[in-house]
């Protein structure tokens, strides 16, 4: 079954354009497991002429002996594919010396497997590059998943390849828009659900997809000790870290709601000096963030986990890994509305209203045990416009209540800059949101977004 490719339309656009250009170009693309780069790769050289080379974490002479015959036989070279080679220089400059009168692409797979065993192989590319592959047709692409290594040997201004590079592209996370067409038989609500369960990554989502509704995904891949994400954070963290239960205890800490850095060091029990250096190693790979709320201070900062599959194992599944072995996860359906309340706000305010608001900044406000989940601006228009999330099936009358409520926390929010003030609730379900609207309020539900959502606005 060949499976489905969604979006990724910049990314093609931007491979095209490098593609189109004259001289060698040296392209990186990097970005998690998982997210797609193969495949975005073998979409972009269709009907195109190149050689392609699948790195393994294994031995260097045996990496360079895989790509020695790749490329002998892009160019039906037996003399090369007898010669015994031992260092990438030779390869590189074989490519250097054979520039192909049309353009060309390499493209190494995994590029992060051969800089671990050999870093060398940097300055033997950078050599090659400088001497002859700049002005030739080789597009050479480069991927790899192991993002630290990649941001520190092929990107920092140390890599021997800085300045060389022609392109970088950090491939990201689906959309829910584009991750939902990948969920075929889920309704709108457990698509929304799976998304913030496990965010845009394709391959996930091709997972989840296999399955006829959430629940039965969830219990039979993250609550089953043979299920597909049982293990799958270990995994990613360990491909990238050492100390990984000190990691582990961070994402925890975060996921139970110790947010602060104070709370997190405390729930751990390790100094904040101590913590701050794995905090950064995780905000650098996307694990987590540091939220700043608007109008505040640096000093307010507070974190969240920002990959879902992250916050969703540690919030639900690292606590029950015991039971899971023994084949009694205890959780159910209604232990998981709190998480998904947090995680549909975070929706709400990253995805939802850029597209029906995309003139204005949008965050969120804290101050001394004060919170409104949503605030947003628009300088040109000096409007604010402050909103409450909440996941459930909401009355008219709480949901008025709400709305009053937040106007009254409104108050403490400085800005005065924006005299012009709109107050908004976006819920599961809501009963008489239209007599709300009627009164001045922007209320959505779970209808209404998936209307939007889909073109038609309410």
């Not at 354009?17 to 269709?46: A, C, N, V």
């Not at 996921?255 to 905090?279: E, N, W």
């Not at 040109?380 to 009254?408: A, D, M, N, S, V």
Request: aromatic content about 14%.
């Amino acid at each position: 079954m060949i499976r489905s490719f969604v979006d990724r339309t910049t990314e093609i656009a931007l491979l095209e354009e490098e593609w189109k250009r004259d001289g060698g170009r040296l392209i990186i693309l990097y970005g998690r497991r998982r997210i797609g780069k193969t495949r975005l790769m073998t979409e972009f050289t269709q009907n195109k002429e190149g050689i392609i080379y699948f790195a393994e974490d294994t031995a260097k002479a045996i990496q360079i002996r895989k790509l020695q015959h790749a490329i002998s036989q892009f160019f039906g070279d037996q003399l090369l594919a007898s010669l015994e080679m031992t260092s990438w220089d030779q390869l590189f400059m074989y490519l250097g010396q054979h520039p192909p009168t049309e353009r060309r692409y390499l493209i190494i797979d995994e590029f992060t497997y051969l800089i671990k065993n050999d870093p060398s192989i940097l300055s033997a590319l950078q050599k090659s590059w400088d001497m002859a592959l700049t002005d030739s047709n080789w597009c050479i692409i480069l991927s790899g998943s192991m993002l630290g290594l990649m941001t520190d040997s092929a990107l920092s201004y140390t890599s021997p390849l800085y300045g060389r590079r022609t392109r970088d592209i950090l491939l990201g996370p689906l959309h829910f828009t584009d991750a939902k067409s990948l969920l075929p038989s889920y309704n709108f609500k457990d698509s929304l659900k799976t998304y913030l369960t496990i965010g845009g990554i394709p391959e996930y989502l091709l997972k989840a997809g296999e399955y006829e509704e959430y629940e039965t995904f969830v219990q039979r891949e993250f609550f089953n000790k043979y299920g597909y994400f049982y293990r799958e954070p270990y995994f990613l963290l360990s491909q990238e870290f050492r100390e990984l239960k000190l990691y582990q205890s961070i994402l925890h800490a975060i996921a139970v709601g110790k947010t602060a850095a104070g709370a997190i060091s405390q729930f751990c029990g390790v100094d904040p000096r101590h913590l701050y250096p794995y905090m950064e190693a995780m905000i650098r790979l996307g694990i987590i963030e540091k939220e700043l709320p608007i109008f505040g201070s640096k000093t307010q900062g507070l974190y969240r986990i920002q990959d879902p599959i992250f916050d969703f194992w540690y919030s639900h599944v690292f606590p029950e890994k015991q039971a899971i072995e023994m084949d009694r996860p205890s959780a159910g359906r209604e232990s998981r509305d709190p998480y998904f309340g947090k995680q549909f706000e975070v929706y709400i305010r990253k995805e939802f209203f850029p597209i029906i608001l995309p003139d204005y900044v949008i965050g969120r406000w804290w101050y001394r045990g004060e919170e409104i989940d949503l605030i947003a601006t628009n300088d040109q228009h000096r409007e604010i416009i402050f909103g409450e999330c909440k996941w459930g099936h909401i009355t008219e009358k709480r949901g008025r209540g709400i709305l009053k409520r937040l106007e009254k926390k409104s108050l403490n929010v400085r800005h005065d800059q924006y005299p012009i003030e709109q107050y908004s609730l976006v819920c599961g379900k809501i009963d008489g949101k239209e007599v709300l609207r009627e009164e001045g309020y922007r209320v959505y539900d779970m209808e209404d977004i998936e209307s939007i959502l889909m073109g038609v606005v309410p």
